[in-house]
């Protein structure tokens, strides 16, 4: 009996490990892990986030004007900058941040910089920066929320898509 209870426990370790290391990492609910990274002026931009998946939703219609969203799902959208950044106009020094998404309303989105968020609300408890994004319709539907960095010289691109919708700001090297 005392075997069979150690063969368990260590079949039970391995399948562990074998979970927390998969470069493909599932969270919570079985939304995958996105990571997405580019180089800016010698620097590294990187953002980590929950890929939710529509599952026959329109979920950006469901978010009330004012309010904010985090970004992905599972677990706070983390920025991870080691150069200074430039988003809407203010500077956003080398750190690590949450990024949020806020509906202004009519169609607007803004994404905003914030140094820690309170839990469940996603409230930013101190915006570091928020810049307009440019929404335009997509033909094709994505299902799962994706977005994209790229970069050229000092200047850097963040995209959302998700549904069909398509979300663009810029940023720069400070």
């Known amino acids: 009996m005392q075997v069979v209870k150690g063969l368990l426990l260590v079949a039970a370790m391995v399948v562990a490990v074998v ?18 990274t580019t180089g800016i002026q010698g620097g590294t931009v990187a953002i980590e986030y929950g890929r939710p998946s529509l599952n026959g939703r329109d979920m950006l219609s469901q978010i009330a004007p004012g309010s904010y969203w985090r970004l992905g799902a599972d677990i706070p959208t983390t920025l991870t900058t080691d150069v200074g950044l430039t988003v809407g106009g203010q500077t956003v020094a080398p750190g690590k941040y949450t990024l949020l998404l806020k509906f202004v309303g009519d169609g607007k989105w803004s994404l905003v910089v ?20 440019a929404a335009s319709p997509l033909d094709a539907s994505v299902e799962e929320l994706t977005i994209k960095l790229s ?7 963040l995209t959302v ?14």
Do not use: C, I, Y
């Open 114 to 133: 914030a140094d820690g968020v309170t839990p469940r609300s996603w409230q930013p408890q101190k915006v570091v920066a928020e810049a307009s994004m």
């Open 161 to 174: 898509e998700w549904g069909k919708t398509q979300m663009v700001t810029e940023f720069t090297a400070a």
């Open 151 to 157: 970069s050229q010289d000092n200047r850097g691109t």
């Open 19 to 36: 979970l927390v290391s998969s470069p493909s990492a599932v969270l919570g609910h079985g939304n995958e892990k996105g990571t997405v």
